[in-house]
């Protein structure tokens, strides 16, 4: 099992810049969740989605963030255009329904991608 | 989902064991306890969760008070490579599948 791969582990881009951060979620996982860690914030959720399709998106700053999930084994949030207050670490999860009723029982984070937008 | 309080920081030292408390007052029958630890510059990662009695895993044992409103993770036999952030949570079961990070409390292991 080699985990939730997230790529690339650090970026570095200039305000204005598109920024396409990549998610791997564990093979047979059937939700996926982006996570946004900051000291101020703390760990917020972003968006999850569930068989590939967005079921909670409140957590998305505004509209320069956007997320995709083309199929099961890929995931893609995309910031258009970034701005310094984008400079965070960005995680990825995903979990399966294997719980009582269907339910998620934990989640399985990858090593985030470290944003820093100048 | 309720509300969970944890202190800031704590220390334990190495090969002692290790109980940080959270206070949970609102929780509701259909909520669960669980746990999270995020080690420095890494995801955080499950660790165990309960609804009200206590559970053990290899990793850590959760203990649920009777009225379920705090519980206690116990690690108990803390080495250095448990020093992290510890998240308390708590999740409607049955709810949404948002899982919302607390501030933690940051275990140190003191060598």
């Known amino acids: 099992d080699a985990g939730v791969i997230q790529s690339p582990r650090h970026e570095v881009t200039e305000m204005g810049q598109e920024v396409t951060l990549r998610c791997k979620p564990i093979s047979g996982h059937d939700y996926l969740f982006w996570y946004r860690q900051t000291m101020m914030r703390g760990l917020e959720l972003l968006i999850y989605f569930n068989n590939n399709v967005p079921i909670d998106d409140s957590g998305m700053p505004e509209d320069r963030f956007s997320a995709k999930m083309p199929n099961a084994s890929f995931s893609t949030l995309k910031i258009q255009p970034s701005e310094p207050r984008d400079s965070a670490v960005y995680f990825c999860a995903s979990s399966s329904s294997l719980g009582a009723a269907g339910t998620i029982v934990s989640l399985h984070f990858g090593n985030g991608t470290r944003l820093t937008v100048t | 989902d309720a509300k969970t309080t944890q202190p800031p920081s704590m220390d334990c030292a190495e090969g002692r064991a290790a109980n940080l408390p959270c206070n949970h007052s609102t929780i509701s029958g259909n909520e669960y306890v669980y746990w999270y630890r995020q080690i420095h510059s890494q995801g955080p990662q499950y660790i165990i969760h309960?609804?009200?009695n206590n559970e053990t895993n290899e990793m850590a044992s959760l203990i649920i008070t009777e009225d379920r409103k705090s519980s206690t993770l116990i690690l108990p036999h803390a080495t250095l490579r448990d020093t992290a952030v510890y998240y308390c949570i708590v999740r409607d079961y049955f709810g949404n599948e948002k899982l919302t990070f607390g501030t933690g409390t940051r275990l140190t292991i003191i060598p």
């Open positions: 309960g609804l009200k």
